[in-house]
């Protein structure tokens, strides 16, 4: 697993759409670009990979998707793209990278993966990570990895995950899921376990958004489905 060193944007950069912060956002990209040809450098002959984000991070991702992945050889070697917590659109998706179109099913491959995950009564404010855009945002159902709005029974979530919190363990059917107007509806059947500085960002992000644990409410059906994907990349591969 790699992760790059970046100098981020300041939130407001996304949130407020300004030359400086469309500076600071190039500044932040440009790192992220610079790692990611250093690793590839590194990466090994037709060796796939997975690529993942979140929020400013999926920002910076789906933009390297656009202009160093798709439309080249390495698009090829993509898996998928897990692009969560941010403002990814189907309509930007097919515009920027229309070779790698989103996932429909869990074991699709060269495709892209979003979500965005609130509560059934969250109001959006100006803490929201995204510009103002009025197209779809892709969401995929974690629990089912489809982009149809049925709903997902807590049933099928096969444990969240908070780091944070003093037992890690998995947390079997934590929440259901739904997909509903590009939006990730969630309702956990328990209380999140989140530590002080976590505390804080929750209130500032505003009752029911869940962004900041929208990997960890999914943790276990993440890496499960990598690890389907990553086979069914295998197999699909002659001699495979």
Not at 195 to 215: F, K, M, Q
Request: hydrophobic share 40%; glycine share 8%; proline share 9%.
């Amino acid at each position: 697993m790699w992760a790059p060193r970046y100098r981020q944007a300041n939130g407001t950069a996304f949130t407020h759409d300004t030359p400086d912060g469309e500076r600071a956002i190039d500044l932040a990209f440009s790192d992220v670009k610079r790692a990611f040809e250093w690793w590839n450098a590194k990466r090994g002959v037709e060796r796939p990979f997975l690529l993942a984000a979140h929020s400013q991070g999926t920002v910076l991702a789906e933009r390297l998707l656009a202009e160093s992945i798709a439309g080249t050889p390495l698009r090829d070697e993509l898996v998928a793209a897990y692009l969560i917590g941010g403002r990814v659109t189907v309509d930007g998706l097919r515009e920027r990278a229309p070779d790698v179109p989103p996932c429909r099913a869990p074991d699709d491959l060269r495709c892209a993966i979003a979500w965005n995950a609130r509560g059934p009564a969250f109001a959006p404010n100006e803490f929201e990570m995204h510009r103002p855009d009025p197209r779809p945002r892709l969401c995929t159902n974690p629990l089912s990895w489809r982009l149809d709005e049925a709903d997902a029974p807590a049933t099928a979530n096969l444990g969240a995950v908070f780091l944070e919190s003093a037992d890690p363990s998995p947390r079997l059917a934590f929440t259901g899921a739904r997909c509903s107007g590009g939006v990730l509806v969630v309702q956990p059947i328990a209380a999140v376990p989140r530590d002080l500085p976590s505390r804080i960002l929750d209130h500032v992000l505003g009752a029911g958004n869940y962004h900041p644990i929208e990997y960890q409410l999914f943790f276990m059906n993440i890496r499960a489905n990598a690890t389907q994907r990553v086979a069914a990349f295998t197999a699909a591969r002659p001699g495979g």
